[in-house]
């Protein structure tokens, strides 16, 4: 195993004790432990701040001394990963990779139908041999305090595929997935690596076949799975059609469990599991699939639901991406679907059209009682624009008029404000009798397809090759 741990701080935070940085953030709420947040959806807990109403009044806390890759399209996008920032213990966790070998693919015919001018003109050659990267900031200041770095990474050239892999973290350790497929667990205060194991044992020398093949043996896909934590078992996908479960002090592989229920359709496309919690008690729904985190029982799945990565979830509510058909994914029977559920039941309450659904990756996010989604990024139509929907009844109470690219890829809410984008950081205000696009920031400020975190009244995101680091509390 290549690892290397580069410190800054450690010894400082050693003799300070139990105290962690950014004690403020770590007291007040819950963080942002992992994608999608602390409810499985977008939505930060609020921590009883009120937010500003325009993000010009927003407060610069920090941007980050140490620069990181930047997935920009102006610079190397395809050296840095999509990897979103995650909020434990008052640091601030980031996944990226730097390539260090390069094999260049043959285009086929197959790839230049599949792509176009994308397969040849803007992808560059395989970039197969990477750094395996996690860097860890102080929430308080943005000052690194340990990077852990993993020789033996294998990259993907095509589109997005082989480059999500956000973390997921609480105040003892912080976890995730490398890009040869090996599950980790690092110490959250010193970076050191406490255990590795595998999503299939086919993975386990995946580096040395990929070094003896001259090629990276995962092709053109690679991985884009981001775990999460509940109860000490960490939850991730292993494949489009089954969650695996770890305990999280050991690694040591806990349950199996299948996702792919009964219709056409009915798994994810790129699946990452979420936190759902249900009176007090937490669940991880992976795709269509509720699962007890401790026994990896399945307390329900839900025939026919296809998540384009995850589903939207609260207490009552899961909506998914559409309900699939005979026809597949091409035709689907019905748009954006809402169920109500609880541990022991599931019920279909309504269907947007089968035109009205995620375009690209998780689009949708929580904001009180609604939910906004951008399904495409057509500006002739307006039904392709970002829609507001009433999560109770399913009723369209807003449209607007700007689309995918401006809502962005995973959205983050707080106290009617929506924070996203694609190419530079928006915000939306969702609120009764006012639902707005109220800030538009330029592309200098944003790094393409990544979500930002949102703990405490601050909201961390990627600039494009810095971390950055708002105070959106009024003053």
Known sequence: MVWRIVCAGVAALAMAGAAAPGGEVARNGAGWPCWRGPNGNGSADDGGFDLVDDFARAKL???????????????????????SPVVA??????????????????????????????????????VWQADDIVHCFDAADGKTLWKHVDGRGLI??????????TQCADEKRVYGVGTAGGVYCLDAATGEPLWQNYLKESYRDAFERSQAAGAGVFGRNGFNQAPCVIDDVVAVA??????????????????????AG?????????????????????????????????????????GGAITTSSPCVTEDYYICSGLGSQAGRAAPAAGSTCFRISPGAFQKLWSLGPDRHPAMGCTDVVCGPYFLQASDDGKEDPTRNTVVVEIATGKVVATIGDTFRTLGYSPTSCRGKVFGGMYGLTMFIVRAEEFRLAYRGGRQQWANSCSPALADGKLCFRSGDRLVCYDLRKR
Do not use: M, Q
């Open 156 to 165: 993907a050239a095509h589109g997005k595929n082989g480059g999500h892999h």
């Open 262 to 302: 009964g219709g056409s359709g009915a798994r994810g496309e790129s699946v990452i599991p979420v936190i759902w919690t249900h009176k007090g008690t937490r669940y991880f729904i992976v795709a269509n699939t509720c699962i007890v985190p401790k026994t990896g029982k399945v307390l329900w799945r839900i």
């Open 89 to 126: 213990g008052g640091r601030v966790f980031l996944f990226y990779y730097r390539p260090h070998g390069r094999k260049d693919f043959i285009f086929t015919p197959e790839d230049l139908a599949a792509f176009g001018t994308l397969g040849r003109g803007r992808n560059p050659p395989n």
């Open 61 to 83: 806390l920090w941007t980050s001394a140490d620069t990181i890759p930047s997935n920009d399209e102006k610079f190397d996008r395809w050296h840095a990963g999509y990897s």
């Open 238 to 259: 292993a494949d489009r059609f089954s969650a695996v479960g770890f305990d999280a002090a050991t690694g040591r592989k806990l349950w199996t469990v299948g996702i």
